[in-house]
Nanobody, 122 residues
Framework: QVQLVESGGGLVQPGGSLRLSCAASGSIFSISTMGWYRHAPGKPRELVARMPSGGSTYYADSVKGRFTVSRDNAKNTVYLQMNNLNPEDTAVYYC????????????????WGQGTQVTVSS
């Protein structure tokens, strides 16, 4: 079984910073892409940032220059550093990872964390 556990959400004032973490655990053979989505009330789910194991990192236009995604492959962990937060960043943030569990069969699929609330308000 594979689990993704997020941490680091909370309440922050506009202009503030937060750092989200997401650790994958369980029966993991390999992880390709790791990233973050967010879902705000009344809006569709949005891809925030995505970091493949090799290749270019993707950022949504709304967070470019403010958010930075990084990963520690030894710890199967992905981070999202969020700076200069504004109320429009308020949402539940979900970690996502494409994980393969079997060393013979390529069973790679997307796994999701439980979500962590980020609220930006004065």
């Amino acid at each position: 079984q594979v689990q993704l556990v997020e941490s680091g959400g909370g309440l922050v004032q506009p202009g503030g910073s937060l750092r989200l973490s997401c650790a994958a655990s369980g029966s993991i053979f390999s992880i390709s892409t790791m990233g973050w989505y967010r879902h705000a009330p009344g809006k569709p789910r949005e891809l925030v940032a995505r970091m493949p194991s090799g290749g270019s990192t993707y950022y949504a236009d709304s967070v470019k220059g403010r958010f930075t995604v990084s990963r520690d492959n030894a710890k199967n962990t992905v981070y999202l550093q969020m700076n200069n937060l504004n109320p429009e960043d308020t949402a539940v943030y979900y970690c996502n990872a494409d994980i393969r569990t079997h060393w013979v069969i390529n069973d790679e699929r997307a796994y999701w964390g439980q979500g962590t609330q980020v609220t930006v308000s004065s």
